[in-house]
């Protein structure tokens, strides 16, 4: 499939942080398929670094990574106003109802947890680069931190 | 029966009437005197016999006090009050006979006898002293006494009375005293009872063995006020009786402290235990169970069992610089509070152990915790790329090149590895937990095992190179073939987890020969090494260096703990070498593998049977 049959304007360029080379593969293929600029990062020192030099369009973001973790990378985006403003998918093992509100509270847009179905992914990555307003999209994170607190308290 | 004086006493008394004039004359009962001194041993015999009909209970205790004495110094009075002849001399008289009715009566008093009896025995008496004058009396008839006989009654009534009269004052002064005493007394035990209840309180309110023995100790020297005191408690687990070092002793110095664990004293102590009997040693210098031992100026010991409701615990041994007597009320205190003290410890050390189990099964559900959340994210990473891999190959609209269809297949067969290998080493621990743990010895060829292992590994070494260094001799080590790879691959996987980078090394050689020749594994990397504190730790279960190098392969904690379990099961050795920085290197050693004499094969399959 063509890279530019999707959209007429430039490719979108998302950036994958993972330490786990089979992971990064997959998503790539994935979003490649969909017409995506794939850039990758092995691990969060790596992946911060190519937030400022790629610029991408939406981070996917592991957060057990060697050198510098996923919350790490997360804290240090939000604080620069330069990069506060990418939308951050999180995509973790880290499971937990703790993490999953962490997560959205530090500024993630969206929460998958591994396994993942990558059509799914590629779906989220679609919507969330579609809002493009901030209030819009703080107030779907919003939305989901108190949907998931609900289900705890149930 | 009863023969008359021989003298004329009875005349001369009637000799000396006229003289009298309202004021008896001394020489106007000296007959009488000396007739009741001759009759004296009839007017007890007397006495005797109507005080054992008035008063059995009485008579009783008189025999057993030399009852004649008392009576026959009563009589004595009594004559003496009768030969008084001048005022003088009888003012005197009254002073002597008060003062020595006064001694009797108290002293019978002080023996047990009730006031009621007493009177009872002095009026039984002056009608047996009565009866002997009017004897003396009808054996004179035709002389005229009357006027006199009513004098010298009424003479023997006021030796009679004033003995009466002593005995009610000596009764209560004697009562006084005893109340005074008995007041005293309770006063006493009272403080010492407050003091035990403060003491108990006090030694109850913690539930440390430490803080309780030591307050005891404390407490026991304050009670029973003596020098030094010690408590050696049972060892539960060993059966030995000792005075801990550094607690549960109070005044005592180190040498003492030694002295009380030695041998002299675990026999002593446990007969005590054993008896459960308290033991004082008034002068250990007099004492042949410490002829050779050191006393340290030591004089008196008291040892006492300690004991709960069912059981003696321990020996609590008071001592002290200076010979003393301990009265059984002492004893009794320091009994009552040594039981405190027994019980004070024991719940101690229930809640100790309580606590203690407590605490463990807090730690084990914490292990298990972080446990079950690090299984399940060491089988998430393998499952997502399983799942990713075949979700992504699936996907209709995507056109995949064949090589990298190729590449997705072979990412799904190492991730199934991962999983595979995750689930045996579970299972392995599994079954060395529950000891189902099976040794089934085989020939295993080292070379051919390891290359199997590493194959299974070349779709995860990342950053890292393998090395191989096998040694070419087609050496057998005596272990089990999948038991072998499963130790090669945990080492090779911890290697890969531990070092982000850099070369993987895994070399072989035969050290020795004949019977004691052995297969050496050495599986090195160039990670950040494993410091001190840690080394020693690796092969304990859930057991997982902290090294800051989070990724998200962080390990069970269990592939070392297997790995140990294995080569320990075959003979074998394993440990490992590092310095900090420099790397980590862990070394097997096995057993070369040789034809075993089948029996022997035989017996361990037998066991390893299930």
Known sequence: MNENTETTVAARKVLVIDDEPGIVDIVETNLLGDGFEVVSAKDGREGLAKVQSEKPELVILDVMMPHMDGWEVLRHMEADPNTAGIPVIMLTAKASDEDYIHGLEEGAIEYITKPFYPQELVNRIKITLMVLNPRMRDERRRNLITKRRRLMEE | MMDLPADSSGLEFANNISASNGVVGATA???????????????????????????????????????????????????????????????????????????????????GFILKDILLSLAVFRSAVLDAVGRMLANRPGTAFSVNVLQMEKRIN????????????????????????????????????????DLSTQMGESLNMITVLNSAAEAMRDLAEIAASAIAIKDPKTGELKVQPDYGHSGCSPAIVQWLNSHLFKELGETIFDEGRPMTVINVSDDERFANAPAFGITTMVCIPMRTADKVIGVFYGIDYIAREFSPHEVNLILTFANQAALAAENARFYTQLQSAYEELQELDKVKDEFVSIASHEIRTPLTLVKGYSATLLRPDL????????????????????????????????????????????????????????????????????????????????????????????????????????????????????????????????????????????????????????????????????????????????????????????????????????????????????
């Open chain 2, 158 to 197: 006021e030796a009679m009375d004033i003995q009466v009269a002593a005995v009610a004052e000596a009764y209560v002064n004697a009562r006084d005293a005893v109340i005074r005493h008995r007041e005293e007394m309770l006063r006493f035990h009272n403080y010492q009872l407050v003091k035990l209840n």
């Open chain 2, 399 to 610: 056109n995949l090149p064949p090589e990298k269809r190729q590449k997705f297949i072979v990412g799904i067969d190492e991730a199934c590895n991962r999983l595979i290998n995750l689930i045996d080493n579970l299972l392995s621990v599994s079954r060395i937990e529950s000891g189902r743990f099976r040794i089934n010895p085989q020939p295993v060829n080292v070379k051919e095992v390891i290359n199997h292992a590493v194959a299974g590994f070349q779709g995860q070494l990342g950053q890292h190179t393998l090395l191989l260094e096998l040694s070419d001799d087609e050496t057998r080590a005596r272990c089990n073939r999948d038991q072998f790879e499963q130790v090669i691959s945990n080492l090779i996987s911890n290697a890969i987890k531990y070092s982000l980078e850099g070369q993987i090394k895994i070399a072989t050689r035969k050290l020795g020969e004949g019977a004691a020749a052995l297969v050496e594994i050495r599986v090195s990397d160039q990670g950040i090494g494993i410091s001190e504190e840690h080394i020693k730790r690796v092969f304990d279960k859930f057991y997982r260096a902290e090294t800051g190098l989070t990724r998200k392969t962080q390990g069970t904690g269990l592939g070392l703990y297997i790995c140990k379990s294995i080569v320990s099961s075959y003979n074998g050795e394993i440990w490992a070498e590092s310095a900090a920085g420099e790397g980590t290197t862990f070394v097997v050693t096995l057993p070369v593998w040789r034809n075993e004499p089948k029996t022997n094969t035989t017996a361990e399959n037998a066991e390893s049977a299930e």
């Open chain 2, 29 to 111: 009962f000296s007959g009488v005197a000396r007739y009741l001194r001759k009759d004296s041993k009839r007017i007890l015999e007397e006495w005797w016999v109507a005080i054992k009909l008035a008063s059995p209970s009485f008579a009783e205790l008189e025999k057993m006090r030399n009852p004649i004495l008392y009576h026959e110094q009563s009589l004595d009075l009594i004559i003496k009050a009768l030969e008084a002849s001048t005022r003088s001399e009888q003012d005197t008289l009254l002073e002597q006979v008060t003062r020595m009715a006064r001694e009797m009566a108290g002293e019978r008093l002080r023996q």
